[in-house]
C-alpha cells in the first residue's frame, strides 16, 4: 500500500479569485472549490456528495453553499451538513494564500 504525503498545491492565483463567492478550479484529477468568505478562504471538492451536482453552480453566502441541484448545503468552515437531503460531512482542505498563489494542503 503506498502512502501519499499531503503537501500544499497552489491551485490558481489571488488575484483571479472570485470575491465573497466561489471559485472552481481543477488540481490533477481533482474539481475543487474554493470559497472566499469573512473568515477567510476555504475548500472543499466541487462536487456535492449528494448526488454529485457541482456546488460551484450552486448559491454562497457568508460560510454557506446551497447545492444548484436539491439545496441541500453545508457550512464551508468544517464541511458539516446543515441543510437536507445532504446530511453526509463534505470533505474539505485547509487553504492559504502564499506568495499570491491560493494554496490547497491535499
Ligand atoms: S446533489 Fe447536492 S443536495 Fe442533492
Redesign the pocket.
Known amino acids: 500500500m503506498s502512502t501519499r504525503i499531503k503537501e500544499w498545491n497552489d491551485v490558481l492565483p489571488e488575484t483571479e479569485l472570485e470575491k465573497n463567492w466561489v471559485t472552481r478550479v481543477q488540481l490533477g484529477q481533482r474539481q475543487l472549490a474554493i470559497y472566499d468568505t469573512p473568515t477567510g478562504l476555504y475548500a472543499s471538492l466541487a462536487l456535492?456528495?449528494?448526488?454529485?451536482?457541482d456546488?460551484c453552480d450552486g448559491y454562497f453566502d457568508g460560510h454557506i453553499i446551497e447545492?444548484?441541484?436539491?439545496?441541500?448545503a453545508f457550512d464551508v468552515r468544517d464541511g458539516k451538513a446543515v441543510c437536507a437531503?445532504?446530511t453526509r460531512k463534505m470533505m474539505t482542505f485547509d487553504t492559504r494564500v502564499h506568495a499570491g498563489m491560493v494554496q490547497v494542503f491535499i
Request: aromatic content about 0%.
Open positions: 456535492c456528495n449528494h448526488a454529485g451536482a456546488l447545492c444548484p441541484l436539491h439545496q441541500g437531503p445532504a
